[in-house]
């Protein structure tokens, strides 16, 4: 006997996570699979398209097999399939909707197109209740924006990242700083690892130069923090003579300092946002920031976007960071959420394509 709720399967392929999930419409993950790509890219040292595109490939069929199998339904027992089309590496996104075509030709059920960041901007919402106008704040691997969500699929772009992604900056900066070659940074993310390292060393131990402090905007810039780290790294490793393979001593300092100048940028643009939702009346007195996406899961950062927040009377969300990186939960979700508004399902398979920019 299948589910009487609503049920929809999300897949997600637009970067390096090959996800796939059952979701319900009170917000139950029925099934939840994923392959990640991540140490094959950290060895790589970054993600090669193509490599990306084969290894969905290669794992697609079992990942959605997977997730329906553990919300043990068929496909008949759905209502949609969600799948991501916008934004991403357009090889990745290709096959996860290539795929999605394939199960709807199959199938008969519509699919619903889902955009990424709006997917991770909502995914807070299917395990506690934030209502429609709020704040969201997204740092990832792919991106770093600033907007008002006004409904499901109804969003005020405040600001976004006008150079390399924060992810970005924390994963070439690990990568400079070898941190793989540390046994406790084994299998991490090179965020993760910088805050692994962070937690032992000062944050003021070196000044990084402050960015964008002279523009009246909401926008990102992280090349500036990305080339400063660089630059102090190699200028580090020839002041305490480190040898080409192994880490310099000086990298728990370098970490914190680099974390610290990453949450001052993020804190100022927060504090700009705020300040322009109070002049223009967009949020109401009983505010919520939301703050998701890979970076965002890292605590050192929530803890200082806490502060910010609570000089502004504001309400910091963050979902669990199993929800805040990249899987299939996230889109079935959205897909849901748009299901029950009546929105967003297609049936015309021929025209849906990616929209990679
Ligand atoms: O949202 P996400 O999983 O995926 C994409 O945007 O594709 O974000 C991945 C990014 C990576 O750059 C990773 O280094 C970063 O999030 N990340 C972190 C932490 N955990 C993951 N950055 C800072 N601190 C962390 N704890
Ligand atoms: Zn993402």
Redesign the pocket.
Same mark, same amino acid.
Request: with cysteine.
């Given at each position: 006997e299948g589910s009487f709720r609503p049920l929809v399967l999300g897949i997600e392929t637009s /970067? =390096?996570d090959t996800g796939a999930a059952v979701v319900d419409d009170h917000g139950n993950v029925v099934g939840d699979a994923l392959n990640s790509q991540t140490k094959t890219h950290v060895e790589l040292g970054g993600i090669i398209p193509p490599i990306a595109r084969d290894l969905h490939q290669k794992n697609i069929d079992s990942v959605v097999t997977q997730a329906l199998e553990l919300a043990i339904v068929n496909l008949q027992d759905l209502d949609a399939i969600a799948v991501t089309v916008k934004p991403g590496l357009a090889l990745s996104l290709r096959v996860g909707l290539q795929h999605a075509k394939m199960l709807a030709q199959q199938s008969g059920l519509p699919l619903i197109p889902i955009h990424h960041m709006e997917a991770h901007a909502l995914t807070t919402r299917m395990i506690e209740r934030v209502d429609f106008p709020f704040l969201v704040l997204l740092a990832? #691997? @792919?991106?770093c924006l600033l907007a008002v969500a006004r409904d499901v699929s109804d969003f005020l772009l405040l600001g976004t990242g006008l150079d390399d992604s924060p @992810?970005?900056a924390? =994963?070439k900066t690990a990568r400079q700083l070898k941190l793989k070659n540390l046994p406790e940074c084994e299998g991490l993310? +090179?965020?993760?690892a910088?805050?692994l390292l962070a937690k032992g060393g000062n944050p003021r131990a070196f000044p990084f130069p402050q960015v964008m402090t002279q523009l009246p905007d909401c926008h990102f810039s992280f090349s500036g923090v990305k080339f400063a780290a660089k630059k102090l790294i190699e200028a580090e490793e020839a002041r305490l003579n480190t040898s080409p393979s192994s880490v310099v001593s000086s990298a728990p300092d370098i970490c914190a300092s680099f974390q610290y100048a990453v949450l001052h940028h993020i804190a100022r643009r927060l504090q700009r946002a705020f300040l322009f939702c109070e002049l223009t009346n967009l949020l109401p007195k009983d505010k919520t920031l939301v703050v998701s #996406? +890979?970076?965002a899961?890292?605590s050192y950062l929530r803890s200082g976007l806490q502060q910010v927040c609570e000089m502004n009377s504001c309400n910091l969300v963050c979902p669990p960071p199993h929800l /805040?990186? =990249?899987n299939g939960i996230m889109i079935a979700w959205n897909g849901m959420e748009k299901l029950l508004q009546g929105t967003g399902c297609t049936h015309d398979l021929e025209t849906l394509d990616i929209e990679p920019r």
């Open positions: /970067c =390096d990832s #691997g @792919g991106h @992810g970005d924390f =994963d993310s +090179g965020g993760a910088i805050e #996406g +890979g970076v899961s890292n /805040c990186t =990249d």
